[in-house]
């Protein structure tokens, strides 16, 4: 099932745009820009003209754009799939709805690692060449928590198409969702600094913090990878970010044993 | 036995016309070609969909190859074929056969070399060519290659016929016959076309309004009536007369 899933998504051309977009960044760099290694051994920066950005801006941005080819692209073969016509077709095998679902997390997370993997291969030679350099720690940082970025909205999204059986309810609305966890990560500071008093609405939003998978805590350690390597890596925030993954993981799983065909 | 279900019950209740399949006892025994014959939206996809798990009964207890419908052990020697059907459309008929044979727990030895022979006997010379680009008739091939890829010993065919002229139809057929000479199958088939199961039926099951209303063996239809039609049409023909 695992390899039936892997193969559906390599052909998915819609995410070979995430290969094309480092791609072209690697021979931009290549062509007009520089690279300028940092004081520490786990970092970078891009000198593009006048312009000198730091390694954690130049991810942040590729990686936002890396996301965004995500949504759109892997929610596309589990919502074909979902369908009647092609469920009928797989679950009629001897697969159970739990294998079909796990093996789908397991193929989607062999996909994103293996892009994951050909980025940092393109970036390895960038770096390589512009300024001989290899930040292990950098790289490392990316393998472990880029497709754990990109599961965090998977789930979501998963969820939204089991319920609403449609490829653009599932995409938007996991988005949006899973978005909103960048915000719930600085809940507390957001509610001081609008000054709401309500000790109800600061357990709801606390409790929802844990419910939404953590995409924001992602971005936050990528960060700290970026500054410090992983000695300054937040254990505490990596064991919330797992945790906030399982609700609606486990509620896509019951929902999807449940469903008809 | 292959197939036994007792007092299953399911019911649509959103549906603006009410549905309720009421199937009280129905049996398959090994080797039989057995057809459930009646008209559109009488419940028969429905039946089907409810034996394999699909869809979940209300009601009532299926047991497939001797294990409970719900066991997903009692589909390792079945396959189906639904009446609709989505292939992977970027996937050449070879990778779908291959990809869907890879979900079996027991994939054929030799994987390769029994497409080819299936496609020889099905007359398929189209085998990399991408499913997007197949007509209707050959897309309906490729399902029945991929339903008929693994040695399995109960195959559950949902309209199979659909969209098939005469001749691959009876290539078909005599397909069919091999494998119940050769290793002993059993066939569930559905189907409108009724002079397809003529003379290949040994038992028959008719459906209405999501009950069986009447079933009868080979040997009992041929005492009574020419043909599957005649049968059929004894049952489910509006005897009202026509009025302008």
Redesign the interface.
């Given at each position: 099932?695992i390899?039936?899933i892997t193969?559906?998504i390599f052909?998915n051309k819609a995410l070979w745009s995430w290969p094309a977009i480092v791609l072209l960044f690697v021979l931009a760099i290549m062509y007009w820009g520089d690279i300028a290694a940092a004081q520490n051994s786990y970092s970078f920066s891009v000198q593009v003209g006048d312009l000198n950005l730091s390694a954690a801006m130049v991810m942040s941005q590729i990686i936002g754009l890396i996301t965004l080819v995500c949504i759109i692209g892997f929610p596309n073969h589990f919502s074909?799939n979902l369908?009647?016509?092609?469920?009928?077709?797989?679950?009629?095998?001897?697969?159970?709805r739990s294998?079909f679902f796990f093996s789908d997390l397991a193929a989607v997370s062999i996909v994103a690692v293996a892009y994951t993997l050909i980025t940092l291969l393109l970036l390895a030679i960038m770096l390589a060449i512009k300024a001989a350099i290899f930040p292990f720690q950098f790289f490392l940082g990316i393998l472990l928590f880029l497709p754990l970025l990109i599961l965090t909205y998977y789930i979501t999204i998963v969820l939204f198409l089991t319920i609403t059986n449609s490829y653009l309810a599932g995409a938007i609305l996991g988005w949006f969702i899973t978005s909103l966890s960048a915000g719930l990560l600085k809940i507390e500071k957001l509610i001081d600094l609008f000054g709401i008093e309500s000790e109800l609405f600061r357990y709801f939003m606390v409790a929802l913090s844990y419910i939404i998978p953590s995409a924001g805590g992602v971005e936050e350690l990528l960060k700290q990878i970026y500054s410090g390597g992983f000695s300054a890596l937040d254990g505490g925030l990596l064991a919330f970010i797992l945790v906030s993954c399982l609700p609606l993981g486990l509620l896509s799983l019951y929902i999807f044993r449940k469903k008809?065909? | 036995m292959i197939l036994k279900a007792e007092n299953i019950t399911k019911a649509y209740k959103s549906s603006a016309d009410a549905f309720r399949l009421k199937i009280d006892d129905f049996v398959i025994e090994e080797g039989s070609f057995t057809a459930i014959l009646g008209p559109n939206g009488s419940g028969k996809s429905t039946f089907l969909?409810v034996i394999?798990?699909?869809?979940?009964a209300d009601t009532g207890h299926i047991t497939l190859m001797g294990k409970s419908h719900k066991n997903?052990?009692s589909?390792?020697k079945?396959?189906?074929l639904?009446e609709?059907?989505?292939?992977?459309k970027?996937?050449t008929v070879r990778?779908v056969l291959q990809?869907?044979a890879?979900?079996?727990?027991s994939p054929p030895e030799n994987l390769d070399l029994r497409i080819e022979e299936l496609a020889d006997a099905f007359d398929v010379n189209y085998l990399d060519k991408k499913v997007k680009g197949l007509s209707k008739g050959m897309t309906q091939i490729t399902a029945l290659m991929?339903t008929f890829l693994s040695d399995d010993q109960f195959y559950?065919l949902d309209e199979p016929f659909n969209g098939l002229d005469a001749v691959k139809k009876k290539g078909i057929m005599d397909y069919i016959f091999h494998l119940q000479d050769k290793r002993n199958i059993s066939i569930l088939i559905t189907t409108h076309i009724l002079s397809d199961i003529d003379k290949t039926c040994d038992h028959l099951h008719l459906i209405k309004d999501g009950q069986i209303i009447e079933e009868a063996s080979k040997s009992e239809l041929q005492d009574q009536f020419d043909t599957v039609e005649s049968f059929y049409l004894h049952h489910f023909e509006n005897k009202e007369p026509i009025t302008s």
């Open positions: 099932m390899r039936f193969r559906t052909k074909q369908k009647s016509e092609r469920s009928s077709l797989i679950l009629s095998k001897p697969i159970s294998d008809e065909f | 969909k394999l798990d699909l869809l979940f997903k052990e589909r390792v079945l396959s189906y639904p609709n059907f989505s292939l992977p970027n996937f990778e990809s869907f890879g979900l079996k727990k991929n559950i």
